[in-house]
């Protein structure tokens, strides 16, 4: 029976044991896999057991241009489709919601896998308020507006008591880090989770203040950025 399975994926190559034992079946009873990337999901896979045979998957990726199309006429087959996000879970901060969206409309099941999730991981060590909170995906690049959204955001968290949750590409975190030590209040608590389920995992909450004192090198390093006004 035709069926759309989120299959999450490690957040970092050494992070296999943050998934579930039952991932790997959900694998197997696919037909046809929707990535981001061809190459790290099946190198992803492999590491899961070196006893799958890749090709005999069809392999799609997420944003060709005829990839809502083909998933239409596999749904149609009776294939199972396996989603697969680069890293962490599908449909979150990441391009396969469309897919999604698409089973949806055929009417064919989506079934969601536990998984670990960057957002939520972050969310949960921070001591920052889980009931209210908002992702805001990547802040602006150029100087003078990425520090008006930091400013905004954080009026916004004092005014409804949320926590502000965001991202960066790893290269350009430091200079992400200097805006808002810059731009926050010295009593808002900012949390920084850096490389979660790997090895190197490390996870911070102090106040602006604090972090002004002791600023940390995240260069190239995974992280979730989260603050809450003070």
């Known amino acids: ?33 929707v990535v981001e ?10 590491s899961l057991s070196k006893d799958i045979v890749i090709d005999n998957y069809e392999w ?18 009776g294939k199972k489709i396996g989603l697969v996000s680069e890293a962490g879970c599908p449909g979150v901060a ?9 089973a949806h409309e055929a009417g064919y099941p989506v079934r969601p896998l536990v998984g670990p999730n960057s957002i939520l991981l972050a969310l949960m060590a921070s001591g920052l308020n889980g009931q209210q909170f908002k992702f805001n995906g990547y802040l602006p690049i150029e100087d003078k507006q990425r520090e008006k959204t930091i400013q905004e955001l954080e009026q916004q968290s004092r005014k409804e008591e949320c926590t502000q949750l965001f991202i960066e590409t790893p290269y350009r975190n430091n200079p992400l880090l200097k805006a808002l030590l810059k731009c926050l209040s010295p009593n808002t608590q900012l949390c920084i989770a850096a490389d979660l389920t790997s090895p190197t995992e490390w996870i911070s909450t ?10 940390p090198d995240l260069h190239r390093r995974l992280v979730i950025f989260a603050f809450k006004a003070g």
């Open 94 to 102: 990441d391009p396969g919601q469309t897919i999604v969206a698409l």
């Open 60 to 77: 799609i990726n997420v944003e060709d241009p005829d990839t809502k199309t083909r998933c239409k006429q596999l749904f149609k087959e």
């Open 37 to 46: 990337n061809q190459r790290t999901t099946r190198r992803y896979f492999k």
């Open 1 to 33: 029976m035709s069926q759309l399975i989120l299959i999450p994926a490690p957040l970092h190559e050494e992070g296999l044991q943050a998934l579930p034992a039952y991932v790997w079946e959900a694998i197997l009873s696919c037909q046809v896999f």
């Open 206 to 215: 102090r106040t602006v203040v604090g972090w002004k004192k002791d600023p």
